[in-house]
């Protein structure tokens, strides 16, 4: 009886647990990253057109005052006396020069603030003056006159005399002269910082001690390179 009962009840086996739902939550960082990254884009925007806009000022500024290089040479060079002594290393020297500074810019003028002049020996230093400084207008020329004269104690490398016996058998001296400036660049009423350029000359000098003709012939103007 218990056996119909079971064969005639309707049996649908164990009860089944509903599906759960899973939720799937947007990371914490996801906003935080895309702010982030809004931003960066437009830091790097924002330094791309600064860039551009500088690039066009200065393409501007040349295309209108188009700067040319100063012009330097030295005109005219007397070295009177240039006796070295082994025994104590003293130099006397006598060397006295001609320069001309041409600025060619029509828009530009220069301040020179400072100038330094230095004489070398093969790279050994014989003496250092300080110069007048000036202003240079517009399209004008400017003539230097320096002078080194004196007695020094110069120590001179077994290369360096070697050199300084065969010039004093020719009679003719290379000696350089290096100028170092701060200068201020001036447009209108607008004026640069301050710049440090050299200028440096590559002298051949020869020695006129005894007044007449020098024996290494006559001097060779000579054109100077400025560095930036």
């Given at each position: 009886m218990h056996e119909k009962?079971?064969?005639?009840?309707?049996y649908y086996g164990p009860?089944?647990?509903?599906?759960?739902?899973?939720?799937?939550?947007?990371?914490?960082?996801?906003?935080?990253d895309c702010c982030?990254?809004?931003?960066?884009?437009?830091?790097?925007?924002l330094i791309l057109t600064v860039i551009i806009i500088i690039g066009i000022a200065v393409f501007l500024f040349w295309?209108?005052?188009r700067p040319n290089a100063v012009k330097v040479h030295v005109t005219d060079a007397t070295l009177t006396q240039f006796n070295y002594t082994?025994?104590?290393?003293?130099?006397?020297?006598?060397?006295?020069?001609?320069?001309?500074?041409?600025?060619p810019n029509r828009r530009l003028g220069i301040y020179y603030d400072s100038i330094e002049a230095r004489a070398l020996y093969h790279d050994a230093r014989v003496d250092s003056i300080i110069l007048d400084p000036f202003y240079q207008g517009?399209?004008?020329?400017h003539f230097l006159n320096p002078s080194f004269k004196g007695q020094k104690v110069v120590v001179l490398s077994s290369d360096q005399?070697?050199?300084?016996?065969?010039?004093?058998?020719?009679?003719?001296y290379e000696i350089d002269v290096k100028m170092y400036l701060k200068v201020r660049f001036k447009l209108g009423v607008f004026k640069t910082r301050k710049m440090k350029p050299r200028i440096t000359c590559e002298l051949r000098v020869p020695l006129n001690s005894g007044g007449g003709s020098p024996a290494g012939g006559s001097f060779e103007a000579t054109k100077c390179d400025w560095d930036r």
């Open positions: 009962q079971q064969l005639n009840g309707a009860s089944i647990p509903p599906p759960t739902r899973s939720y799937n939550r947007p990371s914490r960082g996801g906003g935080f982030c990254g809004c931003i960066f884009n437009l830091i790097f925007k295309l209108i005052v082994n025994n104590n290393s003293n130099l006397n020297y006598n060397l006295a020069l001609n320069i001309t500074i041409r600025n517009h399209k004008t020329t005399s070697l050199e300084l016996n065969k010039e004093k058998d020719s009679g003719v």
